[in-house]
């Protein structure tokens, strides 16, 4: 028992040693310093918990040339939301059952999240989040897309991305022909 | 600014765009080919060859059609499937009672399918949603198909049962689909008919008597790109093995070596066809439970021309054998034993056998589970409680669904772990394992092979 006390001191006086840095700071590519929950940011992003494990964090602020400070923002708020939001058991639940697990919904406070969100913004977040590896944002966001993109016309699909049409009229015909049942309205 | 970052959106690393695209369903992704042709590449190439796993991606269930002019209900093709007599989707169906769903494996509840409400996919990978069309809506609007039946998958390709009636006689023809790549071609009848009508001429044995024919698809791309169907039927008064083969697209002769399928031989047709047990396709052979006049079952590996290549033992203190197939490249076989209140339909425990040397066939107990802990039942009977839906061709993971409450439900062997993936609702008879398949394959068209 006196090994089990020993060892409660050492935790103890590791965490008073760590209480002073538990948070990581983070810098966009325009410069722009923010403070995120080390705990947070470990779990969310694989690649921010491979710099934190592997002592790639600069403490004067990690250079995320990547990401914009708008892009930034969002992420480290969607960090700190989730940290408050979610127990973090759910979370460890929902990753080891197997890969079977359908993919779950966003929570309230998520959709809630990304739908105060201009197209802009979201998509820099959908890039930041592959960026960092970070599985669940990345799931949320791209679901907010794809509900967007639900039940809309190739015209439209192309406003919302603000893509060009590049083909023929007759290759549109052609590959309309091919695909014709996705064409039908049921 | 606001003008370099409407660019960027359209810059979207292909990542991120492969992310969004992989959630929509197959409708809109189709759609998006169109939107440009950066789009239409990366859906086609990238998503499917590399995005997506060529595992277990599913579940087809429910896949039955009938158009809407047509007048009678599909009557099964196949072993038992659920009939609702000759509505004609007005409405007027009657809420079957509780008799018709304990019919086995094939269980109605609520109305007939429709046009619209043919065909559900369970996906299992959950994130991305499936690639595929899961109502068939180009088969539906072939003018020459008036209704389908999903029969069978085999690597990629789905296998359709779609009858015709006639006074002499109900037959079947087939049609096979890829679902990723949208190719189908069509089958004919082999000519057995189910003579329904007659039936009660000379119905000595009830059990015995009815007409029944299962059919098989035998597809390995790594082997052949061309596909085998085995059909085995039976009736009061025949029972015979037939096969097709893509290849000379044509049905074979009946096989003479069929002989230990005829009535009272050795093997017995009716009871092996009827059971619901299940099927794998193993070193390019159809390997199925086999059940004999006495004596235990046998596994019997089943080649494309409809010849037995090879007959593993069974041993009858393995327990009741209820499902074969194949996980890790090994064949494995699920039993169950155990008479909780002596009756011999009710079975206790499960258990999961494996043929680690195939030549050996010395079965390797790998795992056994109680039916409390699997269904939270202390005895069930096959067929009536449960049936085995699939193993997990890579993960120790095997598939149940439950009579009771139609749910689908999966069982980790590592840990233990039962999860309730979703409850299907009705027309489940067939609930076929789905891994995709992206190739062309030569002996599908979009055409029908025959005039």
New interface residues.
């Given amino acids: 028992m006196e090994v089990d006390k020993g060892k409660g001191e050492a935790e103890e006086t590791r965490k008073v040693a760590e209480a002073d840095r538990d948070t990581v700071t983070l810098k966009s590519s325009d410069g722009k310093l923010f403070e995120v929950s080390k705990e947070a940011a470990a779990r969310l992003s694989t690649v921010l918990a491979g710099m934190i494990a592997g002592g790639s964090i600069d403490d004067n602020g990690t250079d995320l040339k990547q990401i914009g400070s708008e892009a930034l923002e969002n992420v480290v708020d969607y960090c700190n939301k989730h940290a408050n939001s979610i127990p973090s058991a759910a979370l460890i639940s929902s990753s080891i059952?197997?890969?079977?697990?359908?993919?779950k919904e966003p929570e309230e406070w998520e959709r809630k999240f990304v739908d105060r969100l201009s197209?802009?913004a979201l998509?820099?977040l959908?890039?930041a989040a592959?960026f960092l590896g970070m599985e669940r944002l990345?799931?949320v966001t791209?679901?907010k897309?794809?509900e967007m993109?639900?039940?809309?016309?190739?015209d439209q699909?192309?406003e919302v991305?603000?893509?060009?049409?590049?083909?023929t009229k007759e290759e549109?015909e052609e590959?309309?022909q091919e695909?014709?049942?996705?064409?039908?309205d049921? | 600014m606001g003008c370099s970052k409407r660019a960027a959106v359209a810059g979207l690393p292909d990542d991120a765009l492969v992310e969004i695209l992989s959630r929509l369903p197959a409708k809109s992704l189709c759609l998006s080919k169109c939107v440009s042709k950066a789009w239409c590449d990366l859906i086609a190439d990238r998503l499917r060859c590399r995005k997506l796993p060529l595992t277990l991606q599913g579940f087809f269930y429910g896949c039955v059609y009938e158009s809407r002019n047509e007048d009678r209900v599909f009557s099964c093709s196949g072993v038992e499937r659920c009939s609702s007599e000759g509505n004609n989707g007005d409405g007027s169906e009657k809420n079957k009672g509780a008799s018709e769903d304990k019919h086995e494996g094939g269980q109605c509840k609520g109305e007939k399918p429709s046009d619209h409400d043919c065909g559900n996919f369970i996906n299992l990978l959950g994130r991305s949603v499936p690639l595929v069309d899961p109502l068939f809506s180009l088969l539906k609007k072939q003018p020459r198909i008036k209704n389908f039946t999903l029969l069978d998958s085999c690597n990629g390709l789905l296998l359709f049962g779609q009858s015709r009636y006639s006074a002499f006689g109900d037959t079947t023809s087939y049609i096979v689909y890829n679902p990723a790549t949208e190719h189908w071609v069509t089958v004919p009848s082999s000519g057995f008919s189910s003579n329904s009508m007659e039936l009660d001429d000379d119905s000595e044995d009830d059990d015995d008597g009815e007409s029944c024919v299962l059919t098989y698809l035998i597809f390995d791309p790594v082997i052949s790109s061309h596909f085998q169907l085995i059909e085995f039927c039976h009736s009061s008064k025949v029972g015979m093995v037939q096969t097709y083969s893509s290849e000379v697209e044509r049905w074979g002769d009946r096989l003479r070596e069929w002989r230990r399928w005829k009535k009272g031989s050795e093997w017995d047709l009716h009871r092996t066809i009827t059971s619901m047990r299940g099927s794998t396709l193993f070193n390019n052979m159809l390997h199925l439970i086999i059940n004999t006049s006495s004596g235990p079952e046998l596994i019997a590996a089943i080649d494309g021309k409809g010849k037995t290549r090879k007959v593993i033992r069974w041993v009858e203190s393995h327990g009741v054998p209820v499902f074969v197939g194949q996980s890790k490249g090994l064949l494995h076989c699920v039993s169950v034993s155990g008479h909780p209140d002596g009756n011999s339909g009710h079975m206790a425990e499960l258990s999961v056998w494996v043929l680690e040397d195939y030549n050996a066939e010395e079965w390797k107990l790998k795992h056994t589970v109680s039916f409390s802990e699997l269904f939270g039942k202390r005895s069930c009977q096959f067929a009536a409680d449960y049936n085995v839906v699939t193993i997990h061709p890579d993960q120790n993971l095997v598939f149940f669904i439950q009579h009771w409450d139609y749910k689908l439900i999966s069982y980790d062997m590592d840990h233990k772990e039962v999860g309730a993936l979703c409850t299907v609702g009705c027309y489940y008879s067939v609930i076929s394992p789905y891994v995709p398949y992206f190739s062309e394959t030569p002996a599908l068209s979009k055409k029908e092979a025959m005039k």
């Fill in positions: 059952s197997f890969n079977t697990a359908p993919f197209h802009d998509f820099d959908v890039e592959n990345l799931d791209c679901h897309i794809s993109m639900k039940g809309k016309s190739p699909i192309r991305f603000n893509i060009k049409n590049d083909y549109l590959i309309r695909l014709a049942w996705a064409f039908y049921d």
